[in-house]
């Protein structure tokens, strides 16, 4: 899952949304800067990628990107999976995504201080684009694959994977609907 489902599953916990955030900048488990709740976020940030990771329906999804993004497969399903939640958001909270969005954004602004310096600059561009938001569309998705693809050091264009989502789009809401089903039972 990639980060508004992991937002998601902070529970509107503003600590564990922090630590939530932060953890893919973090390396190692030296967390002496921070306090206990926001540590408590950070391993459940690494928790819910273990359990995705080792889910059937997660790893049946990223078989379908084999064929020439095989090695990105993990991570065009962590993106296209926040599509599904961010697409049917009022099927898991009565709180509309915007609304979702803007709060989520406004506790990273507020906890800035907290965060590394990687989490801020990333912070920036989240905020810059609405990139939350944008995962609602599939014109948004193109766009964070774009940006995203300029940040790998191999060349692949990510964003042309939407070929292959609109061919397989049924399949993949069907492994998002139960894996994220699953999700829910064992986070929140």
């Known amino acids: 899952m990639n980060y508004l489902a992991h937002a998601f ?11 939530n955030f932060i953890a893919d900048h973090l390396r190692g488990n030296d967390f002496k800067d921070y306090k206990p709740e926001v540590i408590e976020g950070i391993y459940l940030h690494r928790r819910i ?3 995705t990771d080792a889910h059937p329906n997660f790893k049946l999804a990223k078989r379908i990107f084999y064929d020439g993004y095989e090695r990105y ?3 065009l ?24 969005c803007n709060t989520v954004y406004k506790i990273y602004t507020e906890n800035q201080s907290l965060l590394p310096k990687s989490s801020s600059n990333f912070l920036d561009y989240v905020l810059k684009n609405n990139i939350y938001y944008e995962y609602s569309s599939l014109e948004g998705i ?3 694959l774009f940006h995203l693809s300029h940040r790998i050091k191999h060349q692949v264009m990510l964003n042309e994977s ?3 989502f609109k061919k397989h789009e049924k399949e993949l809401e069907e492994n998002f609907d139960l894996f994220f089903k699953d999700a829910v039972k064992e986070f929140l």
């Open 142 to 144: 193109e766009r964070v």
């Open 49 to 51: 990628d273990t359990f």
């Open 73 to 75: 497969s993990g991570i």
């Open 9 to 19: 599953l902070s529970n509107n916990n503003t600590d564990l949304l922090i630590g």
């Open 162 to 164: 939407v070929m292959l």
């Open 77 to 100: 399903i962590d993106i296209y999976f926040d599509h599904f939640l961010a697409k049917n958001f009022s099927n898991y909270s009565s709180v509309p995504l915007k609304e979702f």
